[in-house]
Protein backbone atom coordinates (compact mmCIF):
# COMPACT_ATOMS: atom_id res chain seq x y z
CA UNK A 1 0.00 0.00 0.00
CA UNK A 2 3.04 2.44 0.99
CA UNK A 3 4.80 1.76 -2.07
CA UNK A 4 1.32 2.85 -3.79
CA UNK A 5 1.38 5.91 -2.66
CA UNK A 6 4.77 6.79 -2.78
CA UNK A 7 3.89 5.76 -6.63
CA UNK A 8 0.60 8.41 -6.95
CA UNK A 9 2.32 11.25 -5.33
CA UNK A 10 5.25 10.97 -7.93
CA UNK A 11 2.61 10.65 -10.83
CA UNK A 12 0.96 13.86 -9.34
CA UNK A 13 4.15 15.51 -9.22
CA UNK A 14 5.21 14.36 -12.71
CA UNK A 15 1.41 15.48 -14.00
CA UNK A 16 1.73 18.85 -12.43
CA UNK A 17 4.83 19.11 -14.59
CA UNK A 18 3.42 18.09 -17.77
CA UNK A 19 -0.01 20.60 -17.33
CA UNK A 20 2.52 23.53 -16.29
CA UNK A 21 4.48 22.58 -19.50
CA UNK A 22 1.52 22.34 -21.98
CA UNK A 23 -0.07 25.53 -20.71
CA UNK A 24 3.55 27.20 -20.94
CA UNK A 25 3.38 25.79 -25.04
CA UNK A 26 0.02 26.85 -25.86
CA UNK A 27 0.61 30.55 -24.61
CA UNK A 28 4.10 30.39 -26.35
CA UNK A 29 4.88 27.46 -29.16
CA UNK A 30 8.64 28.34 -28.61
CA UNK A 31 8.92 27.17 -25.56
CA UNK A 32 8.59 23.12 -26.81
CA UNK A 33 11.76 23.90 -29.29
CA UNK A 34 15.00 21.76 -29.03
CA UNK A 35 17.03 24.72 -27.99
CA UNK A 36 15.20 26.01 -25.35
CA UNK A 37 14.25 22.62 -23.93
CA UNK A 38 18.42 21.58 -23.91
CA UNK A 39 18.68 25.34 -22.65
CA UNK A 40 15.96 24.53 -19.94
CA UNK A 41 17.68 21.59 -18.91
CA UNK A 42 21.19 23.16 -18.36
CA UNK A 43 19.45 25.98 -16.34
CA UNK A 44 18.24 23.49 -13.80
CA UNK A 45 21.53 21.78 -13.46
CA UNK A 46 22.69 24.88 -11.09
CA UNK A 47 19.79 23.98 -8.21
CA UNK A 48 19.75 20.01 -9.23
CA UNK A 49 22.97 19.36 -7.49
CA UNK A 50 21.76 21.29 -4.32
CA UNK A 51 18.23 20.03 -4.49
CA UNK A 52 20.24 16.69 -4.68
CA UNK A 53 22.00 16.94 -1.70
CA UNK A 54 19.46 18.65 0.09
CA UNK A 55 17.29 15.81 -0.20
CA UNK A 56 19.23 14.03 2.54
CA UNK A 57 19.37 16.72 4.69
CA UNK A 58 15.67 16.90 4.62
CA UNK A 59 14.55 13.73 4.80
CA UNK A 60 16.44 13.66 8.26
CA UNK A 61 14.34 16.35 9.77
CA UNK A 62 17.15 18.97 8.96
CA UNK A 63 17.92 22.12 6.65
CA UNK A 64 20.56 23.51 5.54
CA UNK A 65 20.56 27.27 4.33
CA UNK A 66 24.50 27.71 4.13
CA UNK A 67 24.39 25.75 0.56
CA UNK A 68 24.74 29.16 -0.84
CA UNK A 69 27.06 30.59 0.75
CA UNK A 70 29.02 27.17 0.39
CA UNK A 71 29.05 27.74 -3.22
CA UNK A 72 30.54 30.89 -2.89
CA UNK A 73 33.36 30.15 -0.89
CA UNK A 74 33.99 26.87 -2.81
CA UNK A 75 34.17 28.17 -5.91
CA UNK A 76 36.36 31.39 -4.66
CA UNK A 77 38.64 29.33 -2.92
CA UNK A 78 39.53 27.34 -5.81
CA UNK A 79 39.47 30.22 -8.03
CA UNK A 80 42.01 31.69 -5.87
CA UNK A 81 44.30 28.68 -5.91
CA UNK A 82 43.97 28.80 -10.05
CA UNK A 83 44.94 32.24 -10.00
CA UNK A 84 47.83 30.94 -8.19
CA UNK A 85 48.36 28.61 -10.52
CA UNK A 86 46.95 25.50 -9.40
CA UNK A 87 46.80 22.79 -12.22
CA UNK A 88 42.80 23.04 -13.25
CA UNK A 89 41.54 19.51 -12.56
CA UNK A 90 43.38 19.83 -9.13
CA UNK A 91 41.58 22.72 -8.42
CA UNK A 92 38.39 21.65 -9.36
CA UNK A 93 38.93 18.51 -7.12
CA UNK A 94 39.63 21.13 -4.43
CA UNK A 95 36.65 22.83 -4.90
CA UNK A 96 34.63 19.64 -3.76
CA UNK A 97 36.58 18.97 -1.14
CA UNK A 98 35.66 22.40 0.84
CA UNK A 99 32.31 22.15 0.07
CA UNK A 100 32.25 18.19 1.78
CA UNK A 101 34.54 20.26 4.69
CA UNK A 102 32.42 23.26 5.10
CA UNK A 103 29.63 21.08 5.07
CA UNK A 104 30.86 18.17 7.86
CA UNK A 105 31.48 21.54 9.70
CA UNK A 106 27.36 21.99 9.52
CA UNK A 107 27.00 18.33 10.20
CA UNK A 108 29.37 18.48 13.57
CA UNK A 109 27.94 21.48 15.14
CA UNK A 110 24.27 19.29 14.22
CA UNK A 111 25.45 15.90 15.46
CA UNK A 112 27.93 16.82 18.28
CA UNK A 113 26.45 20.46 19.64
CA UNK A 114 23.18 19.16 19.58
CA UNK A 115 22.11 22.86 17.61
CA UNK A 116 19.04 22.99 15.77
CA UNK A 117 20.08 22.85 12.07
CA UNK A 118 18.48 25.83 11.31
CA UNK A 119 20.14 27.70 13.60
CA UNK A 120 23.62 26.44 12.84
CA UNK A 121 23.28 26.75 9.00
CA UNK A 122 21.99 30.24 8.84
CA UNK A 123 25.18 31.10 11.13
CA UNK A 124 27.72 29.09 8.93
CA UNK A 125 25.82 30.60 6.05
CA UNK A 126 26.53 34.39 7.40
CA UNK A 127 30.30 32.97 8.32
CA UNK A 128 31.23 31.74 5.00
CA UNK A 129 29.31 34.40 2.96
CA UNK A 130 31.62 36.94 4.63
CA UNK A 131 34.98 34.69 4.38
CA UNK A 132 34.22 34.90 0.83
CA UNK A 133 33.57 38.84 0.82
CA UNK A 134 36.71 38.74 2.96
CA UNK A 135 39.26 36.56 0.89
CA UNK A 136 37.67 37.89 -2.91
CA UNK A 137 37.63 41.56 -1.15
CA UNK A 138 34.36 41.92 -2.79
CA UNK A 139 35.62 41.52 -6.37
CA UNK A 140 34.90 39.03 -8.78
CA UNK A 141 38.17 36.19 -10.07
CA UNK A 142 38.76 35.97 -13.34
CA UNK A 143 42.52 35.09 -13.74
CA UNK A 144 43.12 31.48 -14.99
CA UNK A 145 39.71 31.03 -14.98
CA UNK A 146 39.34 30.86 -18.92
CA UNK A 147 41.26 27.42 -19.60
CA UNK A 148 39.60 24.53 -21.42
CA UNK A 149 39.18 22.29 -18.67
CA UNK A 150 36.94 24.04 -16.25
CA UNK A 151 35.14 25.89 -19.46
CA UNK A 152 34.03 22.01 -20.17
CA UNK A 153 32.60 21.17 -16.60
CA UNK A 154 29.65 24.21 -17.17
CA UNK A 155 29.90 24.91 -21.06
CA UNK A 156 31.10 21.95 -22.73
CA UNK A 157 28.81 19.21 -24.98
CA UNK A 158 28.87 15.67 -25.40
CA UNK A 159 26.93 13.65 -28.01
CA UNK A 160 24.75 17.23 -28.02
CA UNK A 161 24.05 17.44 -24.76
CA UNK A 162 25.06 20.08 -22.43
CA UNK A 163 27.86 18.14 -20.32
CA UNK A 164 26.34 19.66 -16.78
CA UNK A 165 23.30 17.84 -17.93
CA UNK A 166 24.87 14.49 -18.30
CA UNK A 167 26.89 14.94 -15.12
CA UNK A 168 23.33 16.30 -13.18
CA UNK A 169 22.11 12.72 -14.36
CA UNK A 170 25.06 10.74 -13.42
CA UNK A 171 25.42 12.50 -10.25
CA UNK A 172 21.21 11.45 -9.73
CA UNK A 173 21.70 8.29 -10.37
CA UNK A 174 24.32 7.36 -7.87
CA UNK A 175 22.25 9.30 -5.17
CA UNK A 176 19.14 7.87 -6.15
CA UNK A 177 21.02 4.42 -5.20
CA UNK A 178 22.95 5.53 -2.35
CA UNK A 179 19.54 6.50 -1.16
CA UNK A 180 17.16 4.06 -1.93
CA UNK A 181 19.60 0.93 -2.00
CA UNK A 182 21.88 0.77 0.70
CA UNK A 183 22.19 0.38 4.24
CA UNK A 184 23.66 4.40 4.65
CA UNK A 185 19.71 5.28 2.43
CA UNK A 186 18.02 3.02 5.00
CA UNK A 187 19.49 4.94 7.75
CA UNK A 188 18.80 8.39 6.48
CA UNK A 189 15.11 7.46 6.50
CA UNK A 190 15.11 5.72 9.79
CA UNK A 191 16.44 8.85 11.14
CA UNK A 192 14.11 11.42 9.61
CA UNK A 193 11.23 8.81 10.62
CA UNK A 194 11.71 8.46 13.91
CA UNK A 195 15.80 9.24 15.67
CA UNK A 196 14.94 7.47 19.10
CA UNK A 197 13.93 4.88 17.41
CA UNK A 198 17.03 4.91 14.82
CA UNK A 199 19.18 5.22 17.87
CA UNK A 200 17.66 1.77 19.66
CA UNK A 201 18.21 -0.07 16.73
CA UNK A 202 21.88 0.86 16.32
CA UNK A 203 22.28 3.21 13.97
CA UNK A 204 25.03 5.84 14.18
CA UNK A 205 23.06 8.82 14.52
CA UNK A 206 26.00 11.55 14.53
CA UNK A 207 27.46 9.57 11.68
CA UNK A 208 24.54 9.61 9.48
CA UNK A 209 23.95 13.47 10.22
CA UNK A 210 27.64 14.50 9.54
CA UNK A 211 27.68 12.43 6.06
CA UNK A 212 24.38 13.95 4.72
CA UNK A 213 25.90 17.63 5.32
CA UNK A 214 28.68 16.67 3.95
CA UNK A 215 27.35 15.23 1.10
CA UNK A 216 25.42 18.58 0.98
CA UNK A 217 28.27 21.27 1.17
CA UNK A 218 29.83 18.87 -1.89
CA UNK A 219 26.56 19.04 -4.57
CA UNK A 220 26.78 22.87 -3.46
CA UNK A 221 30.62 23.19 -4.73
CA UNK A 222 29.63 20.92 -7.87
CA UNK A 223 27.07 23.49 -8.73
CA UNK A 224 29.74 26.69 -7.88
CA UNK A 225 32.02 25.00 -9.98
CA UNK A 226 28.95 24.72 -12.86
CA UNK A 227 28.50 28.65 -12.62
CA UNK A 228 32.30 29.73 -12.59
CA UNK A 229 32.82 27.71 -15.49
CA UNK A 230 29.64 29.45 -17.68
CA UNK A 231 30.54 33.10 -15.94
CA UNK A 232 34.15 32.71 -16.53
CA UNK A 233 34.56 34.20 -12.79
CA UNK A 234 34.19 33.26 -9.29
CA UNK A 235 31.83 36.02 -7.72
CA UNK A 236 31.42 36.55 -4.05
CA UNK A 237 27.64 37.08 -4.84
CA UNK A 238 27.48 33.61 -6.22
CA UNK A 239 24.63 31.41 -4.81
CA UNK A 240 22.39 34.21 -3.02
CA UNK A 241 18.62 32.46 -2.53
CA UNK A 242 19.53 29.04 -4.22
CA UNK A 243 18.69 27.75 -0.97
CA UNK A 244 15.24 28.56 -1.43
CA UNK A 245 15.44 27.35 -4.73
CA UNK A 246 16.48 24.11 -3.42
CA UNK A 247 14.26 24.07 -0.53
CA UNK A 248 10.87 24.09 -2.67
CA UNK A 249 12.13 22.10 -5.72
CA UNK A 250 12.60 18.89 -2.77
CA UNK A 251 9.20 19.76 -1.28
CA UNK A 252 7.32 20.13 -4.43
CA UNK A 253 8.72 17.05 -5.21
CA UNK A 254 7.14 15.14 -2.11
CA UNK A 255 9.88 15.28 0.44
CA UNK A 256 8.02 16.05 3.64
CA UNK A 257 10.11 18.79 5.97
CA UNK A 258 8.92 16.92 8.88
CA UNK A 259 11.36 14.15 7.59
CA UNK A 260 11.49 10.58 6.75
CA UNK A 261 9.50 10.53 3.70
CA UNK A 262 10.49 11.39 -0.07
CA UNK A 263 12.17 9.91 -3.13
CA UNK A 264 15.10 11.23 -5.66
CA UNK A 265 12.84 10.89 -8.47
CA UNK A 266 10.35 13.57 -7.23
CA UNK A 267 13.50 16.35 -6.39
CA UNK A 268 14.28 15.74 -10.24
CA UNK A 269 10.62 16.46 -11.23
CA UNK A 270 10.59 19.25 -8.39
CA UNK A 271 14.14 20.78 -9.86
CA UNK A 272 12.20 20.85 -13.24
CA UNK A 273 9.34 22.45 -12.40
CA UNK A 274 10.85 25.18 -11.05
CA UNK A 275 12.87 25.05 -14.32
CA UNK A 276 10.17 25.12 -16.97
CA UNK A 277 8.22 27.83 -14.59
CA UNK A 278 11.57 30.25 -14.43
CA UNK A 279 12.12 29.86 -18.23
CA UNK A 280 8.66 29.67 -19.49
CA UNK A 281 7.82 32.99 -17.56
CA UNK A 282 11.19 34.55 -19.69
CA UNK A 283 9.94 32.72 -22.77
CA UNK A 284 6.15 34.38 -21.69
CA UNK A 285 7.71 38.31 -21.29
CA UNK A 286 6.68 38.25 -17.60
CA UNK A 287 8.26 40.92 -15.74
CA UNK A 288 11.37 40.16 -13.38
CA UNK A 289 9.55 41.53 -10.75
CA UNK A 290 6.58 39.84 -11.20
CA UNK A 291 8.32 36.51 -11.66
CA UNK A 292 9.98 36.76 -7.81
CA UNK A 293 6.35 37.32 -7.06
CA UNK A 294 5.25 34.45 -8.80
CA UNK A 295 8.32 32.30 -7.14
CA UNK A 296 7.62 33.22 -3.75
CA UNK A 297 4.26 31.89 -4.07
CA UNK A 298 5.09 28.81 -5.72
CA UNK A 299 7.53 28.07 -2.68
CA UNK A 300 4.22 28.86 -0.07
CA UNK A 301 2.33 26.64 -2.07
CA UNK A 302 5.31 23.73 -1.58
CA UNK A 303 5.17 24.70 2.22
CA UNK A 304 1.42 24.76 2.80
CA UNK A 305 1.15 21.07 0.29
CA UNK A 306 3.15 19.65 2.67
CA UNK A 307 1.64 20.78 5.84
CA UNK A 308 -1.10 19.37 4.38
CA UNK A 309 0.11 15.74 3.67
CA UNK A 310 2.04 15.91 7.08
CA UNK A 311 -1.43 16.29 8.47
CA UNK A 312 -2.89 13.66 6.56
CA UNK A 313 -0.04 11.40 8.04
CA UNK A 314 -0.95 12.12 11.40
Known amino acids: MKAITKKMGNLTTLLALIVLMIVITLINPNFMTGNNLLNLLLQVTANGFIAFGMTFVILTSGIDLSVGAILALSSALSAGMIAQGMPLPLAVLMAVIIGAILGAINGTLVAYGKLAPFIVTLATSMIFRGATLVFTN ?4 TKGLDGYFLAYIGQGYLLGIPFPVILMLIVFAILWVLLHRTAFGKSVYALGGNEKAAYISGIKLNKVKILIYTLSGAMSAISGLIITSRLSSATPQAGSGYEMYAIAAVVLGGTSLMGGKGR ?15 NGLNIIGVSAFWQQVIQGIVILIAVLIDVVRSKKKA
Open 138 to 141: GNPI
Open 264 to 278: MFGTMIGVLIIGVLN
